[in-house]
């Protein structure tokens, strides 16, 4: 069972930044998939970001491409997203995802861990 934990949300003026952390623990972090999917109120959730088990292969929305970053560290079993340019439509709760594979999908019922989400909000 692997539990995720994110952090590093908050509450950010839009063009500003902030950096996501999840921290994996009790599976075997490096045969994972990993991704941030974000939820707006309103909206149907959406994958924003993925990355593959060795890091060598990255997915991102259309919508983030060029402002968002993910990354991952398989020594300390955790994975980032650096959110850069930011605004007020990236506004959501982000939440970690964990699929037992070495390729990113884009559709959440593939991943089967999840953590509990991480609160970003940007104000105009």
């Known amino acids: 069972q692997v539990q995720l934990v994110e952090s590093g949300g908050g509450l950010v003026q839009a063009g500003g930044s902030l950096r996501l952390s999840c921290a994996a623990s009790?599976?075997?972090?490096?045969?994972?998939?990993m991704a941030w999917f974000r939820q707006a109120p309103g909206k149907e959730r959406e994958i924003a970001a993925g990355i593959s088990w060795s890091g060598g292969s990255t997915y991102y929305t259309d919508s983030v491409k060029g402002r968002f970053t993910i990354s991952r560290d398989n020594a300390k079993n955790t994975v980032y997203l650096q959110m850069n340019s930011l605004k007020p439509d990236d506004t959501a709760l982000y939440y970690c995802?964990?699929?037992?594979?070495?390729?990113?999908?884009?559709?959440?019922?593939?991943?089967?861990?999840w953590g509990q989400g991480t609160q970003v909000t940007v104000s105009s």
């Open positions: 995802a964990a699929r037992r594979a070495y390729v990113v999908r884009v559709n959440g019922y593939e991943y089967d861990y």
């Open positions: 009790g599976g075997s972090f490096s045969n994972y998939a």
